[in-house]
C-alpha cells in the first residue's frame, strides 16, 4: 500500500444537501417548532492601516455621519459598529512583526525562526462549534503566502491570522476552486473515508508496541481522526431531519475556474461569495478572509486615480498628497466589499423574520492605524451583523481614553467568542467581554 500522506487526510470535508427552511412546514418536525439559525462569525482583514484623514465616524445610530472612506457602509447605518481605540501592541513598532499575525489571538511572538504565537480566537470557535458542521473553519486570503524566512521571523508571519496551537500556523487558502471543492467534493470525502479506516485500523496494530510517551500522541492523532469521520458523517448525509434548515440544497454559484483570478476585483468577489454560501447552506459557522498579506504587494491601479505601486509603499505616504489619494481609495475599495457582503447577506432569509446578516458577526478592519508609522495602539475596526439578536449595532465606541486593560482586542474577541457559545471567561490577555457590544 502506498504511504498515506496527512495533506490528502485533512483536504476537503465537502457537503450536505438540505432541505430549505419553510416557515409554514415547522409542524412538520414531529409537531416542534423549528429552532432558530446558528450564529456565524467571520474576520475581514485588510493590510497596512487607513489614510487617518478619511477614516472617521461621529455620532451613532441610524443617524451616523460617515467619512468619505467609510461612505459605502451609508445604507447599513445601524446595523454596525464603528470601534476605536482597541489594540493587540499597545506600541508604534519599527517593524510590522507584531502587528499582524497575532490579531487573531494577542499573542506575544516569540523571537526567533521557528514559529511561536498562540492560538487564534477563531480556532477556539472552530473547536467548540465545528464539530456541527462539514467544516470547523475556513480560511481564506487573496495574495500568496510567504514562506521561508523573512529577515529574522517566519515568512508565514506575514500571511496568516490563524493558529491551531502557538506553533501551528494555517496558510490561507487562495485557491477558489479548492475552497469550493472543499465544501462539495462529496466523492472526494467519501474516497478519504476509506482512507480514514485504513488509518484507524494500522494504529490499532501498532498500539501495543509503543511506550507510554508515544502510546499518548497516537491516541491523540485517533482522536483526531475520529472527529474527522465524524464530520465526514455529517458532510455526507443527504438531509436534515430536524431543526432550523438551510435557505438552500445546492451551491447558487458555478464551481471556479482551476487557476487563481488575474483580476483583484474577481478575486476578492468569489473569496466572499464562497464565505456566504458556506454560511448560507451552514458548511462551516467561522471564517477568515484576509484580502491582502502584510506587507502587502498587491497594485490597485483599476482604481480611479490610484497609483499603480504595491499597497504597502502607497501606506508609507510620508504625508504626499499623491499617494494619501491613493491610499483612501484603496481603503475605501476595502470597506466596498464590507458592504457588498453584508448587502448579500441581508438578502437570505433564515426565517423567523431573520437574515444571514442578523445571524452573523463580522470583524472587519485593518492590524494597524497609520500604516506610515506602523501604529498599532488604535485599530480601525467595524463590528457588523446582528450575532443572532444579542450584538448591539449601531454604536460609535472609542476606548483610547480608557485604562490600558480595557484597550485590549482580545477583550472583542472573548465577547464575541462567548457570542458563539464558547465556554470560556478569558481569551488571550483580556479581562473580560466588552460589555458595550453584548445585549444582556
Known sequence: MKPMRRRTILRGL??????????????????????????????????????????????????????????????????????RG??????????????????????TIKPGSTPDVAVSVDQVMARAVGKQTPLPSMVLGVEPAEHGIRGNSPGIYYATISWSSSTTPIPPEIYPRAAFDRLFDTGAMLRERSVLDVVLEQSKSVRGNLDYQDGQKLDEFMTSVREIEQRLDLATKEERLEGWQPSISAP????????????????????????VLAWQMDKTRI????????????????LEGVSNSTLHSISHHKRDPEKLTSYQR???????????????????????????????????????????????????????????????????????????????????????????????????????????????
Open 330 to 440: 484603496i481603503n475605501q475599495y476595502h470597506v466596498e466589499q464590507l458592504a457588498y457582503v453584508m448587502g448579500k447577506m441581508s438578502r437570505i432569509d433564515e426565517g423567523n423574520g431573520t437574515t444571514l446578516l442578523d445571524n452573523s458577526m463580522i470583524l472587519f478592519g485593518s492590524n494597524m492605524l497609520n500604516g506610515d508609522i506602523h501604529d498599532g495602539r488604535d485599530l480601525p475596526l467595524i463590528l457588523a451583523g446582528g450575532g443572532g439578536g444579542k450584538l448591539k449595532s449601531g454604536l460609535n465606541l472609542d476606548y483610547s481614553k480608557r485604562a490600558e486593560p480595557e484597550q485590549r482586542l482580545c477583550n472583542l474577541h472573548l465577547s464575541l467568542a462567548q457570542n458563539m457559545g464558547v465556554p470560556m471567561d478569558s481569551f488571550g490577555d483580556s479581562i473580560g467581554p466588552l460589555t458595550e457590544v453584548l445585549k444582556v
Open 252 to 275: 447558487d454559484m458555478k464551481r471556479p475556474p482551476k487557476d487563481t483570478p488575474q483580476d483583484v476585483r474577481q478575486h476578492m468577489k468569489l473569496m466572499l461569495d464562497l464565505i
Open 86 to 107: 482597541l489594540h493587540v501592541y499597545n506600541n508604534t513598532s519599527g517593524a510590522h512583526t507584531p502587528l499582524f499575525t497575532n490579531f487573531l489571538s494577542g499573542g
Open 287 to 302: 471564517a477568515t478572509l484576509l484580502f491582502n498579506r502584510d506587507v502587502s504587494h498587491m497594485q490597485f491601479g483599476f
Open 14 to 83: 465537502g457537503a450536505s444537501l438540505a432541505l430549505p427552511f419553510l416557515e409554514s412546514l415547522a409542524w412538520a418536525n414531529h409537531g416542534k417548532v423549528a429552532t432558530s439559525a446558528p450564529i456565524r462569525c467571520g474576520t475581514l482583514l485588510f493590510a497596512n492601516g487607513v489614510n487617518l484623514d478619511e477614516w472617521w465616524a461621529k455620532g451613532q445610530g441610524k443617524e451616523i455621519e460617515l467619512s468619505k472612506t467609510l461612505s459605502p457602509l451609508n445604507d447599513f447605518r445601524g446595523q454596525f459598529s464603528y470601534l
